[in-house]
């Protein structure tokens, strides 16, 4: 599978290519001279990491180091692994990525997995296996959710992601389509793409002050199968597009962003709600989600295929039930305008307002990066070991933001910013 996806990378747009793993550095990371890169990627992306990589040493990187995962290797493990073996994960090399972070390391993440690698797999493996990485991935995890440092997600398009999007395709034509719909999404199909991603961010933060400004107590979402009142911690923040990390490095943590985003309070979100796209997660698809909220945490859960996947994320700690995130994005960005379900949350999430399950963004906080972790859940904000986006906004959602005093103000209306 993997030598196939290498095999057709020949007629993905190499110009375009090498303006996703420029702005990658440039606008995704903002690179410092001598700063270190742990980099993560597929095998099957390999032909984006090795530009990528160029672009790091050309903008002056120190140390470029890569850790390559890989669909088949993956796969071998949960057909011959021995039992005992899915509640362990790699704890030293996150311990060792945790320590690089430490010393002002940044992150690049190259994602294009299999969106339904392990569909087939045994659920209760697929669960042991996910709590075991999230268990052991906290202590990096947490330097990348506190903002300590700079940080990036980009994709590539794997064939057998492709498949998925495109299933009419012939291979190499999937992949392309693919390709291109990652170029559009990651604004590089344009001549310039730098000063295109700074009039964006520009106008993220337009969108960020002005709900600043206002300061709202909660958020209320109505529509079909949804009626949800998510409270906002006190004294967040929102944020959106180019963010400065703790190191004083601006950097855009996810390629493509069309969301602002902030902290609810975990212990006031109240109502219903159905997801609008399936949700991606470690490789099951799980879709048409359902749950309802009480005092913050999930009282009840259904979804029509992933269920048994679902509840055991639920499972993993006390904040897996309640929120770390809420993202406004209106139905009309390009990434839902393109009318593609990406089946990757990176993707998917940009397409639609979403809420995340488990840990909250410290960053998301007036003067975040002083406060410490008990003053952070004092205000609402969430901790736990997993961090799950999906999506419950359409064109038929309406949001109000609702006052400490009760008053109510238009936030979107039929999913457009009002």
């Not at 002083?370 to 004092?378: G, P």
Request: with cysteine; aromatic share 8%; glycine share 8%.
């Amino acid at each position: 599978m993997t030598t196939h996806s290498r095999g057709v990378s020949a007629t993905i747009d190499p110009v375009k290519l090498d303006r996703l793993a420029e702005v990658a550095i440039k606008v995704g990371l903002q690179l410092q001279p001598g700063q270190d890169l742990v980099l993560t990627s597929s095998i099957a992306a390999l032909p984006l990491t090795r530009r990528i990589v160029e672009h790091a040493y050309k903008a002056g990187a120190g140390l470029v180091t890569p850790i390559f995962n890989d669909d088949e290797i993956t796969l071998a493990r949960f057909r011959y692994g021995a039992d005992a073996g899915f509640d362990r994960a790699t704890g030293w090399l996150y311990e060792g990525m945790a320590k690089a972070f430490a010393g002002n390391a940044a992150r690049l993440a190259v994602r294009g997995e299999d969106p339904s690698l392990l569909s087939a797999q045994d659920p209760s493996k697929v669960a042991r296996a996910n709590k075991a990485n999230s268990m052991a991935y906290q202590p990096a995890l947490e330097k990348i959710t506190g903002f300590d440092i700079n940080w990036n997600i980009v994709a590539y398009p794997d064939l057998a992601w492709a498949k998925q999007v495109f299933p009419d395709d012939a291979d190499d034509v999937a992949v392309v389509k693919l390709a291109d719909a990652i170029f559009a999404a990651s604004r590089v199909d344009v001549e310039d793409p730098i000063g295109n991603w700074t009039a964006h961010n520009a106008a993220l933060r337009s969108r960020t002050e002005w709900l600043n400004g206002h300061d709202f107590h909660a958020l209320h979402f109505t529509g079909p199968g949804t009626d949800l009142t998510v409270g906002l911690a006190d004294g967040h923040e929102w944020m959106g597009g180019a963010s400065t990390a703790k190191n004083g490095v601006t950097c855009n943590p996810n390629i493509p962003t069309e969301e602002v985003f902030t902290t609810p309070h975990a212990r006031r979100v109240s109502g219903h709600v159905s997801s609008t796209k399936p949700l991606s997660y470690q490789g099951t698809l799980i879709d048409e989600i359902s749950v309802r909220f009480e005092e913050g945490r999930i009282v009840e859960a259904k979804a029509s295929k992933g269920e048994d996947v679902l509840k055991k994320v639920l499972d993993t700690d006390e904040g897996a039930r309640r929120l770390g995130e809420v993202a406004l994005v209106p139905h009309s960005s390009p990434i839902s305008a393109s009318g593609l379900l990406f089946f990757n949350t990176l993707f998917d999430e940009n397409a639609a307002c979403h809420i995340a399950l488990g840990q909250c963004y410290s960053k998301c906080f007036v003067d975040g990066a002083s406060l410490s972790q008990d003053e952070i859940a004092q205000r609402g904000g969430n901790k736990s070991f997993i961090h799950i986006d999906w999506m419950i906004g359409s064109d038929k959602i309406d949001i109000d933001g609702v006052g400490k005093d009760g008053s109510r103000v238009p936030v979107m209306r039929k999913g457009e910013w009002a």
